[in-house]
């Protein structure tokens, strides 16, 4: 059974950093992409950024410079770095597993999310 637990999240003034972490079972047995989403209040969710588990990354262009994606796999986690943080950070964080079989994508799962909140 595929768990992602976060935690992390937080109120932080503009400027500062928080570090999110999504604790998973279930998921690094197999091939996977771990990924942080955001949705703000009335917004679309939003990727952010997504590492696969050969530690290829990719960033959204407004968190590039700033926030840094990174996975443990000794402990099967997931975390995500956040510096300078902006009013616009502000949002629900949520991690994301996509399991592979070679190339098939055999499921999709989210955690519950965590809250961010950027003060200016």
């Known amino acids: 059974q595929v768990q992602l637990v976060e935690s992390g999240g937080g109120l932080v003034q503009a400027g500062g950093s928080l570090r999110l972490s999504c604790a998973t079972s279930g998921v690094f047995e197999y091939g996977n992409t771990m990924a942080w989403y955001r949705q703000a209040p009335g917004k679309a969710r939003e990727l952010v950024a997504q590492?696969?588990?050969?530690?290829?990354?990719n960033y959204a262009d407004r968190v590039k410079g700033r926030f840094t994606i990174s996975r443990d796999n000794t402990k099967n986690t997931v975390h995500l770095q956040m510096n300078s943080l902006k009013p616009d950070d502000t949002a629900v964080y949520y991690c994301k597993a996509e399991l592979f079989s070679g190339l098939v994508v055999t499921g999709s799962y989210w955690g519950q999310g965590t809250q961010v909140t950027v003060s200016s």
């Open positions: 590492i696969n588990n050969r530690g290829v990354k």
